[in-house]
């Protein structure tokens, strides 16, 4: 995904380590016909702990986004992103794109799955999430309830308690849907033009959950609200994110 030319953005390279003339020009033959406009690609080069300097460069550059490449395991068939990445998205104060297949050729993003959880971040979200679909071309949106099994609090252990259990889940399934018609009606018209709009209730662990719906239909891009702020706590009851993070199902765009 060129997201360069599809916001009309301006890139900056951080390369932390030594400056070499190698390494110059390894990059310089990787961004060449990237970009006609020399002042839409910027490279700095700094030393010192990789975290921290693409941090502080972020923020004194005023981004909005930083690009990070996930790493394959050994059977290239899943990625994951290692523990530099992890801190950054964590840490950055703005969205983060993890990208598990760079690619020098546009690849066509056809379905973006959204997170739909009852969230005070998840409004905006899925509007953003529209603006992003617009300017990838994207032609289907699935919006994502996912809905702990928690909240069914019945345990299935006869005919009664099963039907009890589906009735539960219907009517919570409901007023997920309904939770994301109202955020839907705010949207405005031009970014929901062409693209086929979709809603859907999961039961299972959060996380996960939507993750792997992602993978199963093939989704090009997960965007995903922002975590909180990692906290001591956080280190011992993962958040959510964390089951995304250990498995990329896909592209994902986790959004400030």
């Known amino acids: 995904m060129r997201m360069v030319d599809f ?21 310089k033959k990787l961004i060449s016909g990237f970009s006609e406009d020399d002042e ?11 975290v921290e300097v693409i941090i502080k460069t972020a923020k004194k550059n005023n981004a909005d986004l930083i690009m990070l490449g996930a790493i394959p395991r050994e059977n290239f068939l899943k990625f994951y ?5 992890r801190k950054i998205t964590r840490s950055a104060h703005c969205s983060v794109l993890l990208l598990i297949k760079p690619s020098e050729d546009l690849r066509p993003c056809n379905h973006i799955v959204v997170n739909g959880l009852k969230d005070e971040k998840t409004k905006q979200t899925i509007l953003d999430s529209f603006e992003v679909g ?18 069914v609090k019945v345990v299935v252990e006869d005919d009664q308690s099963l039907l009890k259990d589906t009735l539960i889940k219907e009517q919570l399934a409901k007023e ?20 086929l709009i979709k809603s859907q209730s999961i039961f299972g662990k959060r996380g996960y959950s939507i993750g792997h719906y992602a993978k199963v239909v093939a989704a090009d891009l997960l965007i995903m609200n922002a975590p909180p702020r990692t906290t001591f706590l956080d280190r011992i009851f993962p958040h959510d994110l964390e089951h995304i993070l250990s498995e990329l199902p896909t592209d994902v765009l986790i959004m400030r």
């Open 7 to 27: 916001f009309d953005s301006k890139m900056i390279i951080v390369h932390v380590g030594e400056k070499t003339k190698e390494k110059k020009d390894t990059i």
């Open 40 to 50: 839409k690609v910027k490279i700095i080069w700094k030393q010192g702990d990789p």
């Open 81 to 85: 992103i290692g523990s530099i990445a």
């Open 134 to 151: 617009q300017n990838l071309g994207a032609q289907k949106l699935t919006i994502v309830e996912e809905i702990s099994r928690q909240e």
């Open 176 to 195: 997920e849907d309904l939770r994301v018609q109202h955020i839907l009606g705010d949207v405005p018209e031009d970014l929901k033009k062409g693209i």
